[in-house]
């Protein structure tokens, strides 16, 4: 996006559609990644070796590769987050906003699913490893509570059958020099009180 010589409506959502077409459906606006919601399922964008491909941006010597950070995924705002958590102690906030139905609520799925895999990409285990394993992490419990929060503020509207009724601000604590998730806490905001019904 930021590369077109022509920068108007009509040209960005040209460029978009075009992307949307082939199935890609992320891309940086600046530092801002901008996600279309496919409304379909697409094989192989957010599966393990997704996690682990963007996790190698963290190089051994914790360094971000800037070639392979510049390739738009959520993933790739996640593992910058985490880069930039670690190597300069800075707190890091995602921000993910959209209309209904955009896809915010699974973009933060994806974000929370990576970030809780580092612990055991950190450790040299392959994410395939690790479900063998079949043990329940703490990570496995952050977002296993996903699903029991929704059922309790979410409705269903003319564009989402599974819509948020409220704002949802989720805190991962990190135990940055063991690279390790210590726990999660949610705390809800911005309930939609004129949608609640009674």
């Not at 010597?61 to 958590?85: C, G, R, Y």
């Not at 929370?112 to 990409?121: A, E, P, S």
């Amino acid at each position: 996006m930021i590369e077109m010589n022509e920068l108007n409506n009509a040209s960005l959502l040209h460029n978009m559609w075009s992307w949307y077409a082939r199935d890609e459906i992320q891309t940086f606006v600046g530092p801002t990644l901008l996600i279309v919601n496919p409304y379909k399922w697409i094989d192989d964008l957010f599966n393990n070796q997704q996690i682990e491909k963007y996790y190698s941006i963290i190089g051994a010597d914790n360094h971000i590769d800037s070639k392979k950070a510049l390739e738009p995924h959520i993933f790739s705002v996640a593992a910058s987050s985490f880069w930039q958590l670690k190597e300069n102690k800075i707190k890091q906030a995602i921000v993910i906003s959209g209309e209904s139905g955009a896809g915010k609520t699974v973009s933060a799925k994806y974000a929370m699913k990576f970030l809780t895999n580092i612990t055991t990409l950190a450790k040299g285990k392959s994410l395939e490893e690790k479900e063998k394993e079949h043990q329940v992490t703490i990570e496995d419990k952050i977002l296993d509570c996903n699903p029991i929060l929704e059922a309790f503020g979410n409705a269903k509207t003319v564009w989402n059958n599974n819509s948020s009724r409220f704002g949802k601000y989720v805190k991962l604590v990190f135990d940055t020099e063991n690279i390790e998730v210590l726990g999660a806490y949610t705390l809800n905001y911005l309930l939609e009180k004129s949608r609640v019904c009674v």
